[in-house]
C-alpha cells in the first residue's frame, strides 16, 4: 500500500458547549492543487472517494498520528458526508488529556487546517495548455482525516527526492514516467550547476 497525503487550507472549527464536536471539509473536489514536489498538480474527481466511505473505517486523527485517536467512522463518533464539493467531516472527540489538548488548539487557532491520507486506485494523467501535467484522482481508498500543525504543502516536503517520487506512485502511466523522469535529470543538472558556481565563487575570493 502507498499511502499519500495532501493537504487543504480549510477551515476546522469547534463548537461550544460541554460537548465540543469538531467539524470542517477533508476533501475538496475538482481543485487543482499547487504544484507538487515541483513537478504536477493534482485534483480529487467528484465521487473518487464515495465507495471507499461506504466500506472503510475511516479514522479521525491528531496530525496524522495513530497514537492519538480523535474518532472514527466505525464507532459513529465520526461522521463523513459528501456533496457536490466534496467530503465534510464531524468529529466527537474524546475526553482524554489528547482530545483535550486537540479541542483547546482549535478553539484558540493554533491548529486550524486539515490534511487526508489516502490511497489511489485509479487515476489519471494529462496535460494542459500551460504544459503543466495534471493527475485527476477518479477512485481512492480514504484511510484517515487529521487536524494538522504545519500542513506540509507536497512541494515542500523534506527528504523525497525526485526518483522517489517517481517510484511511490505506482499507478502512473508509463509516459508520464518518463515526461517526469526528464525533469528529474534536469532538476539535478541544474542543482549540480548551482553547486559548481558556488565553489567557483569561493574560489575566486581566496
Known amino acids: 500500500m502507498k499511502l499519500e497525503r495532501r493537504f487543504y487550507p480549510i477551515e476546522v472549527r469547534v463548537s461550544e458547549g460541554e460537548a465540543p464536536k469538531i467539524s470542517g471539509r477533508g476533501v475538496v473536489y475538482n481543485q487543482l492543487s499547487v504544484v507538487i514536489w515541483g513537478m504536477f498538480r493534482e485534483q480529487v474527481a467528484r465521487g473518487a472517494f464515495t465507495e471507499s466511505m461506504a466500506k472503510r473505517d475511516v479514522r479521525f486523527l491528531w496530525n496524522h ?5 480523535l474518532g472514527r467512522v466505525g464507532n459513529g463518533t465520526l461522521r463523513l458526508s459528501e456533496d457536490d464539493e466534496g467530503i465534510g467531516f464531524e468529529n466527537d472527540p474524546p475526553s482524554t488529556s489528547w482530545g483535550n489538548d ?36 477518479r477512485k481512492g481508498e480514504l484511510w484517515e482525516i487529521s487536524p494538522v500543525v504545519f500542513p506540509a504543502y507536497p512541494q515542500t516536503e523534506v527528504g523525497l527526492r525526485g526518483q522517489e517520487v517517481l517510484e511511490a506512485m505506482p499507478t502512473m502511466p508509463d509516459w508520464v514516467r518518463a515526461h517526469l523522469a526528464g525533469k528529474v535529470e534536469g532538476s539535478a543538472l541544474r542543482a549540480q550547476g548551482a553547486v559548481r558556481r558556488r565553489r567557483l565563487a569561493l574560489l575566486e575570493r581566496m
Open 102 to 137: 486537540a479541542v483547546a488548539s482549535l478553539r484558540r487557532g493554533d491548529v486550524s487546517q486539515t490534511s487526508f491520507g489516502f490511497e489511489v486506485v485509479e487515476d489519471d494523467w494529462s496535460i494542459d495548455t500551460n504544459e503543466q501535467l495534471i493527475r485527476t484522482i
Open 65 to 69: 498520528n495513530t497514537d492519538y485517536p
